[in-house]
């Protein structure tokens, strides 16, 4: 692999963060923004209720998110660029 | 951004970030990260009852996607893993009832918070030692970095002990062992856990390592194997109590789960000396971040 200049490494870094955060963001609009009023009111009728559904919530979407990031790491080959290139800097394997 | 349930308006971005940072640092070394997390959260103004409780909702979701990650790059050892989990589970219990019995004579706060900056300090000074050294043998031994351990000592001689029933972890390069070693070194994470109110996380990592012979790659991700049960667990009984903000933790997984997959993938990149030195700094943060609680008279629990 050719080596990039650090500059250049961190800044391939920072736009792959940043199209994580683009990605992000729209799912916070589309759908974290709503939940609020969903979930307040099993927390204020029944907290096993709200209990079972807030954990399964988070492993809904831990499933979800890991698909999407390792897609992204994947098939766009984002670990070729930025991440990848910044730890082969510090590589001792 | 308000977050009702909590009754509570922090910013979004804010808790994305705690959780990116977080979840680097799980992704990487195999912890929770609930000692850095705790304070970032309160300094955020979430207040302290929800910060335990929705610390270990958010910790839950980023340890599927780190285990997930660790599973897919083969360092996660399911067997043992699940053996473990049989024994930090009772020993979050006793741990629990321990604390009950310290709660009577009043000296709670002072005892745990002396005991964890104690352990804490050694498992740092420990580990930097025995990293250094093992970074040295490769250097001047020539020897595979991944075999590198410079203190092989303890696991050797826990491995010689015959009581039956003996399984083996192949997964782990271990032939054989004692399961009792095993449900012990689960058992004592678990007392830990569960007195000293943390995950556990860089007390299981060290022990995996050096007490059971595990390679540091596997034990980053068995650690994290276990951690998805051990704080789903947790989370559905602070829920029940009403200390759980589901969305707010929603909101940090976000970002913990991108910092989850990088750490993850970051440790293909280092051998295992070198991911235990970088540990080592760790638990001193921890142990500094209790002192500081204990100067300001904070609360533990």
């Known amino acids: 692999m050719?080596?990039?200049?650090?500059?250049?490494?961190?800044?391939?870094?920072?736009?792959?963060?940043?199209?994580?955060?683009?990605?992000?963001?729209?799912?916070?609009?589309?759908?974290?923004?709503?939940?609020?009023?969903?979930?307040?009111?099993?927390?204020?009728?029944?907290?096993?209720?709200?209990?079972?559904?807030?954990?399964?919530?988070?492993?809904?979407?831990?499933?979800?998110?890991?698909?999407?990031?390792?897609?992204?790491?994947?098939?766009?080959?984002?670990?070729?660029?930025?991440?990848?290139?910044?730890?082969?800097?510090?590589?001792?394997? | 951004m308000y977050f009702p349930i909590a009754d509570v308006t922090v910013n979004p971005l804010l808790l994305m970030c705690v959780g990116f940072l977080v979840g680097i640092l799980g992704g990487f070394f195999g912890v929770g990260g609930g000692f850095l997390a705790g304070p970032m959260m309160f300094w955020t103004g979430v207040p302290m009852n929800f910060v335990v409780g929705t610390d270990l909702a958010h910790m839950t979701g980023k340890s599927i996607v780190a285990a997930r990650r660790h599973r897919a790059l083969g360092h996660v050892d399911l067997k043992l893993g699940s053996f473990m989990i049989i024994g930090t589970i009772a020993g979050v219990e006793i741990g629990a009832r321990f604390i009950e019995t310290l709660k009577d004579t009043g000296a709670l706060e002072e005892t745990i918070g002396v005991t964890y900056i104690v352990i804490l300090l050694i498992i740092s000074v420990f580990t930097a030692w025995e990293s250094i050294r093992a970074i040295k043998m490769v250097r001047t031994d020539q020897i595979d970095a991944e075999e590198a351990v410079g203190f092989k000592g303890l696991a050797k001689r826990v491995q010689a002990i015959n009581i039956p029933p003996m399984v083996s972890f192949p997964h782990s390069g271990i032939e054989c062992i004692s399961i009792w070693m095993v449900l012990g070194v689960g058992l004592i994470t678990g007392v830990l856990a569960g007195s000293l109110g943390v995950g556990g996380g860089f007390i299981r990592m060290p022990l995996l390592i050096y007490v059971l012979g595990i390679p540091t790659h596997v034990a980053v991700g068995t650690d994290l194997f276990e951690i998805v049960f051990s704080s789903g667990f947790g989370t559905i009984t602070h829920a029940i109590k009403g200390n759980v903000d589901i969305l707010m933790a929603l909101v940090m997984q976000t970002g913990a789960a991108i910092g989850a997959q990088i750490g993850a993938t970051a440790t293909r990149f280092f051998a295992g000396p070198r991911i235990r030195l970088a540990f080592s700094f760790l638990p001193l943060v921890g142990a500094i971040l209790v002192i500081f609680r204990l100067i300001n008279g904070g609360m533990m629990h």
């Open chain 1, 2 to 93: 050719k080596k990039l200049e650090p500059r250049k490494l961190f800044r391939n870094l920072l736009i792959e963060i940043l199209i994580y955060s683009v990605l992000i963001f729209g799912y916070y609009l589309l759908v974290l923004r709503f939940l609020d009023d969903w979930l307040l009111s099993y927390f204020q009728s029944s907290l096993i209720l709200y209990s079972i559904f807030g954990l399964g919530a988070i492993i809904i979407q831990a499933v979800l998110l890991d698909f999407v990031t390792s897609f992204l790491m994947k098939h766009i080959k984002m670990d070729q660029f930025g991440i990848r290139r910044v730890l082969d800097v510090f590589s001792d394997r």
